[in-house]
């Protein structure tokens, strides 16, 4: 399946990736050296989960929980994918592409404080739509929807790293090629990358997903974020993020009182 869909056409991204912000700002772009991104993956982790997880797979497909994708069953990888606690006030809609370098920017520029001073605290949480863009966008959004949550993000992280090398992939060879070094690095071996890769169930599921993310939410560039239902878009800095919550936990605060 993967070599038809890499054919022709079918690797034109379909929305802009969007940095909202001047060029002097200092946004990345595919051609730029990617800087290091936080949090390193901690192999020696990632590879006794990896192995515990195999050893409950026969059990977690019996749970009806649908076949196993990479490290996870189906039902896994088609969750939704949150960082903070559930009952935050603030929640966060992140609509990204993985092969959008200003998606990148956001990762590597306002994220760390947002989670130092909203997630980590409580006051917000954010679920991350990492399924726009072109076929090799939604190749790598399915490798690191084949993980365990715990590692999910950990995978995002890598996959924005290594971003300049595999969205310059010409046919599945050359993709596979890239996005298995980093499966790899959270204890994925090749047959489960193989399943990951080969799910047209997973494929699917996640095409559904983004046509209803796009007909409720309208997105139409990448990064863009609902925050309780107010709109931002493109790869801002920490500030306007801060501009736009600050008042709704005040708000919060009073309504409590």
């Known amino acids: 399946m993967l070599k038809v869909l890499l054919r022709g056409s079918a690797l034109t991204v379909s929305l802009i990736c969007a940095a909202a912000m001047p060029a002097t ?8 050296k990617t800087p290091a991104l936080s949090a390193p993956v901690q192999l020696a982790e990632a590879k006794e989960k990896a192995e515990k997880k195999g050893a409950e797979t026969k059990g977690a497909e019996k749970k009806n929980d649908g076949p196993m994708v990479g490290l996870v069953t189906l039902k896994e990888a088609l969750a939704d994918k949150v960082l903070g606690k559930k009952d935050a006030p603030i929640t966060i809609l992140a609509f990204e592409s993985l092969s959008c370098p200003h998606c990148q920017s956001f990762h590597i520029g306002a994220l760390p404080t947002i989670k130092k001073e909203y997630i980590e605290t409580g006051k917000a949480k954010i679920v991350f739509h990492t399924v726009f863009g072109g076929v090799r966008a939604q190749f790598a959004t399915m490798l690191a929807r084949c993980v365990p949550d715990d590692r999910h993000f950990a995978m995002i992280e890598l996959l924005f790293r ?8 010409g046919n599945a060879d050359e993709l596979f090629a890239q996005l298995k070094p980093v499966a790899r690095l959270v204890g994925m071996n090749d047959a489960q ?15 559904r997903m983004r046509d209803e993310l796009d007909a409720k939410y309208k997105i139409r560039s990448t990064p863009t974020f609902v925050i309780n239902g107010k709109r931002l878009i493109g790869a801002q800095p920490f500030s306007e993020f801060d501009k736009l919550m600050k008042p709704m936990i005040k708000a919060e605060l009073s309504g409590a009182k």
Do not use: I, P
């Open 162 to 169: 290594n971003q300049a090398k595999w969205t310059r992939a």
């Open 25 to 32: 700002a200092g946004m990345a772009s595919a051609n730029d």
């Open 193 to 207: 990358f193989k399943s990951c890769m080969d799910s047209k169930e997973l494929y699917r599921g996640l095409s």
